[in-house]
């Protein structure tokens, strides 16, 4: 839907529609604590969630509201103090940040505006509404912010608070490795209207023939490495990882127990061995690929993989074709609270045979963050650029946790090779030898 040509009458409804998904999903996921709950840090590495609320508000209240409308400030007092770059989240519990209700408030009244101004912009003249892109821009943040949100709720302690039904069984066994030919694709997108700064622009990448896992590396497979020593014998780990597990007393996934059990949104559980693994670094994700004896994708080969059709050398928009994913194809929108087992999304499948590639879990790769040939910041260079470097790793795909308006076949994810509370897993990959030419 958010392909560029669409007339200005469907793209106000489209992103009318995109705007009041992302707030119910806010009020859901701040609705369910209570307001002690809401001012509380759950973990150093996460804002309170009272916090993560107002924000989204001030975001939407800067671009849309002032710079897209040219509106007087509804709360410019507060604009230091949803800075994500001024304030690191172990600090924000101390700023004098709007109470829950006070926040409550302010995102309705930015909210009512902004759904008034949607009815009447000019969506084309300038960059920032072309397409109505500085509304997808506002969208897909609050969608990020509702899934980091969501990867707080993992991190607090007590009682449940969140429900939802179960991912769907396997629809049919799924395990080995893919065949991906060598030979150029066309990487990024410069079509995808409201694609991000980072994705852009669509250039050629001559990708070397190579074999990827036909899915996520599950509980069960991962067990096997801890089963066999993997955590206790540095001949997997870079020297930088096992310097990490070390200092981190990494044992198993965040979030496993001994006992064979973990701990998911405040219940706890058997582990699911067809289920993909979660909540592991690339530091873990490294050394189980070197312990198998391969290697973590590059981001070419990842995109290469999911988008790719080999029968018109055409790259889609998804796997399985151009349309926007629904809940046949893959994983996403906090439908379910735990990643589908492997097999359960045989319409979401590529191709070449590659399965779950959209939702269910980031998948790491083994690329640093980076822009595309070409790349031109916008609409601010914080969103990316400042990212730029050897100290980010991309992970891609999307998660259970991860709404559609925020993944696509070009969506580009990075975090710290440390990070682990992020719903974050991997498939593995490896150079193809001479004697398998793959045409």
Known sequence: MTQAGVRPDRLREHAAAGLDRARDRSIALT??????????????????????????????ELW?????????????DIDNLYDAFKHPRGDRPALPL???????????????QVLDLLDTVDLEGRPLVEQGFAFGMIIQHEQQH?????????????????????????????????????GP???????????????????????????????????????AFIDAGGYDNPRWWSPAGWEHRRAAGLARPMHWHVDGTYTRFGRREPIVADEPVVHVCWYEAQAYAAWV???????????????????????????????????????????????????????????????QLIGDVWEWTSSTFRGYPGFTAFPYREYSEVFFGDNYRVLRGGSFGTDPAACR???????????????SGFRTARDARPEEELA
Do not use: C
């Open 98 to 112: 709007l109470g829950p209700a006070e926040a409550r408030a302010y995102v309705r009244s930015v909210r009512g």
């Open 146 to 182: 509702d899934e980091t949100m969501l990867a707080t709720h993992q991190l607090r302690e007590g009682d449940p608070v969140l429900v939802a039904a179960p991912p769907p069984a396997a629809a049919r066994p799924v395990a080995g490795e893919v065949a991906v030919p060598g």
């Open 409 to 423: 076949g070009t969506f580009r994810n990075w975090d710290y090779p440390i990070r682990r509370q992020i719903f």
């Open 185 to 223: 694709f066309t990487m990024g997108t410069s079509l995808e209207a409201w694609a991000l700064d980072n994705e852009r622009p669509a250039h050629t990448v001559d990708v070397p023939a190579f074999w990827i896992d036909r899915a996520p590396v599950t509980n069960g497979q991962y067990q």
């Open 293 to 355: 004896g391969r290697r973590l994708p590059t981001e070419a080969e990842w995109e290469k993989a999911a988008r790719f059709d080999p029968a018109t050398g055409r790259s889609r928009r998804f796997p399985w074709g151009d349309d926007d994913p629904d809940e046949q194809h893959a994983n996403l929108g906090q439908r379910h609270l735990a990643p589908a087992p492997v097999g359960a999304y045989p319409a979401g499948a590529s191709p070449l045979g590659v399965h």
């Open 31 to 60: 609705d369910a604590v209570d307001d002690d709950d809401l001012v509380r840090q759950h973990s150093p590495l996460m804002s309170p969630l009272v916090w993560d609320l107002a924000h989204v508000g001030n975001q939407e």
């Open 64 to 76: 849309l509201v002032r710079d897209v409308g040219g509106r007087e400030p509804i709360r410019a």
